[in-house]
């Protein structure tokens, strides 16, 4: 099938199976290699893209659904070589070890920072409970996404 995706702002055509994920069509077919493919079965996040500015699992979308659509990935993040508040974050906080599951936190983080501003740790971390860690206690993850919150973007702000 062809499919035409708006992918972090440039727009693809590409033939591909019914069958492909879209996990897999942004990293095989489209080359951004930033999602990671953890599970296969939706339990671990890892894979989290947006999907016209929704959150989802893209181990558990099919690369068809995304016909005609905007999907951001974790490359989509960054505006003009500036990190988002999100990645900065993670940086000054130490929000990642492996990195493995970097991406999926940090999507989810964006979009719930976008949707508030100032979230409560509560609230970041029911935000945060649909991805794995395996490496951190989520201590500097919360951190990093509460550092976010205090420093908001100046300039290419996601949204």
């Known amino acids: 099938m062809q499919i035409n995706v708006n992918l972090n702002g440039t727009e693809q055509s590409h033939d591909v199976e019914p069958r492909l994920l879209l996990v897999h069509y942004i990293r095989d077919v489209a080359g951004e290699t930033g999602t990671h493919w953890g599970c296969d079965t ?3 996040g890892a894979c989290v893209v947006w999907l016209d500015d929704v959150p989802v699992k893209s181990c558990t979308v099919l690369a068809v659904m995304a016909d005609k659509h905007r999907v951001t990935t974790i490359e989509g993040l960054a505006v003009g070589g500036v990190l988002d508040p999100v990645q900065q974050g993670f940086m000054e906080c130490h929000g990642l070890q492996c990195g493995f599951c970097t991406p999926g936190m940090m999507m989810t983080a964006r979009w719930l920072l976008d949707h508030n501003p ?7 971390r029911e935000a945060l409970s649909g991805q794995l860690c395996r490496c951190t206690g989520y201590h500097n993850i919360v951190k990093s996404v509460q550092w976010a919150a205090a420093h908001p973007a100046t300039v290419g702000a996601s949204t």
């Not at 100032?118 to 970041?124: C, K």
């Open 42 to 44: 939706s339990n671990c």
């Open 118 to 124: 100032n979230p409560s740790e509560l609230e970041i």
